[in-house]
């Protein structure tokens, strides 16, 4: 067997010539890979400077770490905030820009090579390919085909394959209310790729003066590989651009039984920054309204929080996870109901309320109690610490007077030990007709130790309104986009570096055939396959 290089697509000349003008010139500018390296480790010098100097945060936080000359500099640079700059907008720009040029200067070089791959192989043509071979075979063309045949065969593992695709593809829609560009970027994507992965390859037969040809095209899309990236980098990219025009992120902290309307914005858009003429072309520069800083944004619709609860690790007393039931009102309407945790959030109108954080609430509080009356159902009742309720046809007055939500005991006294609704403890009195009931501690973790309540059961419910929910909202028209570009890509990788265009070509005349072959990557591989081939037509 003999093998030399195989001849490739001629590769477009890099740069203009001196005749040519200035647009042209700047044209060729950009169809160089030196340029897209250098945007590249540019763009990677950038995005570690982002992920040291901390992006967005409150100034007060910036005071603590930067002297007033560094912060003075930083903002003028917009180091704070440089996702959203416009230095930063005109390098994604420019290395769209790139790689556009780049793909129109050579993708037409590549589709050319493809369509003219000429299927026969004529006399003396086998010694322009790196891999030929000539065997006498019994059985002729017939023999010849079968083998061919055999060595494009589908693999049995691909329905193994195809079976977890499907079954992950039905999964995926079942389990997540996916819209139609996550559904294209989840499952239309990779169930393509899985696919293409079926088609092994087809055999092209051709006769001629007595003389059979047989040709094996495999993998033809590797070739493109590289393009898809390329699509799927702009994909990408415009998203993210997308995004930073016209998303926005900012903070609501919404206590239990209150409603809001506003968030405090962290990230503008970066649409609202353009002049006003420039701004206005993507209906953006949107001015503040009477009465309201920029800091502040109204969304077109409120967000009621109607319990926000803790769990913690019962040995430690470590927050295991905490949930925030919210409400969507529109127009005076309830609209959406859900509770929400962290990597849970709540999506309204593409704009999603994420569970960040939490606090103690400067609002007085509510202690709600579950009470049950001998033969009766148990009811809710609320008071403020100090404050007293009479449960429902009776003449018991209840009164709080005093809460700790974590408490311990220290010289027999009850002291509170963090802010934390750990360990809660509630101090009750309980008159019928200004007739001492009973009074004393109620321990929801130790009910054996709490006060005898008589025919009454007590169960302590919730401190309600004494906390806030923290919510991160964000808003991301471009993420979608993002999505779409990364599964593209991935595909583009996995064709790019896993498959290789392989060729394979036969001419049968009567008991003699010559082989020719050739791929573009990964010759060690294929020269095993290709032996193997010659070995099977050797076969008697």
Not at 141 to 152: H, N, P, R, S
Not at 504 to 513: F, K, L, T, Y
């Amino acid at each position: 067997m003999n093998s030399e290089n195989e001849s490739t697509p001629e590769h477009p000349k890099e740069g203009p010539g001196k005749d040519r003008d200035i647009f042209s010139r700047i044209y060729y500018a950009f169809n160089s890979i030196k340029l897209t390296v250098f945007l590249f480790i540019i763009l990677g010098l950038v995005s570690i400077i982002g992920t040291i100097i901390e992006q967005g945060a409150e100034p007060s936080k910036y005071a603590q770490a930067y002297s007033e000359e560094t912060i003075r500099l930083f903002n003028t640079l917009g180091l704070f905030d440089m996702y959203h700059t416009f230095w930063f907008f005109t390098l994604l720009l420019l290395l769209v820009l790139n790689l556009t040029v780049c793909t129109i200067e050579r993708l037409p070089r590549v589709w050319r090579f493809a369509r003219d791959i000429k299927p026969e192989l004529e006399e003396g043509d086998e010694k322009k390919h790196p891999f030929r071979e000539t065997v006498q075979v019994q059985g002729g063309a017939d023999k010849v085909e079968q083998t061919l045949k055999g060595y494009a065969k589908f693999p049995v593992w691909m329905i193994a394959v195809d079976l977890a695709a499907i079954g992950l593809a039905i999964f995926f829609v079942r389990q997540y209310n996916l819209n139609l560009l996550e559904f294209v970027a989840f499952i239309v994507i990779p169930l393509l790729y899985v696919v293409v992965l079926n088609f092994r390859g087809k055999i092209f037969r051709s006769e001629k003066d007595g003389t059979v040809y047989f040709f094996l095209n495999q993998w033809l899309l590797s070739r493109f590989g590289v393009y898809i990236v390329h699509i799927s980098t702009l994909i990408i990219f415009l998203g993210a651009i997308m995004g930073s025009l016209f998303g926005f992120k900012g903070f609501m902290a919404v206590t239990e039984g209150e409603t809001l309307n506003q968030m405090f914005v962290r990230e503008h858009r970066m649409v609202d920054s353009m002049p006003r003429p420039i701004a206005a072309l993507f209906g953006g520069g949107e001015a503040a309204a009477p009465g309201q800083s920029r800091e502040y944004k109204t969304l077109p619709f409120a967000i009621r929080c109607d319990d926000f609860s803790i769990d913690y690790y019962p040995d430690t007393g470590r927050v295991k996870d905490y949930t925030s039931d919210l409400v969507v009102i529109r127009d005076g309407k309830e609209v959406v109901r859900k509770t929400i945790e962290v990597n849970d959030p709540l999506v309204v109108d593409d704009i999603y309320f994420y569970q960040s954080s939490y606090g103690q609430s400067r609002r007085p509080a509510l202690v709600v109690f579950s009470i049950t009356q001998p033969g009766g159902e148990a009811r809710q009742y609320r008071t403020q610490v100090n404050g007293k309720f009479r449960i429902d046809g009776t003449a018991v007055d209840v009164q709080v007077t005093s809460f700790v939500p974590d408490f311990t005991i220290v010289n027999g006294r009850i002291t509170q030990r963090s802010p934390e609704m750990i360990n809660p403890a509630v101090y009750i009195t309980a008159k019928n007709n200004q007739k001492d009931l009973f009074s004393g501690w109620v321990f929801p973790n130790y009910p054996e130790h709490s006060v005898e309540t008589g025919d009454f059961k007590f169960e302590f419910i919730d401190y309600w309104g004494g906390q806030y929910t923290g919510l991160q909202v964000a808003y991301d028209p471009g993420v979608e986009t993002v999505w779409i570009g990364c599964s593209l890509m991935v595909v583009g990788l996995m064709i790019s570096f896993f498959h290789s265009h392989q060729r394979v070509w036969a001419r049968v005349r009567g008991s003699q055939v010559v082989l020719a072959a050739s791929t573009h990557k990964n010759r060690m591989a294929f020269e095993k396959k290709f032996n193997h081939l010659t070995e099977q037509l050797n076969k008697e």
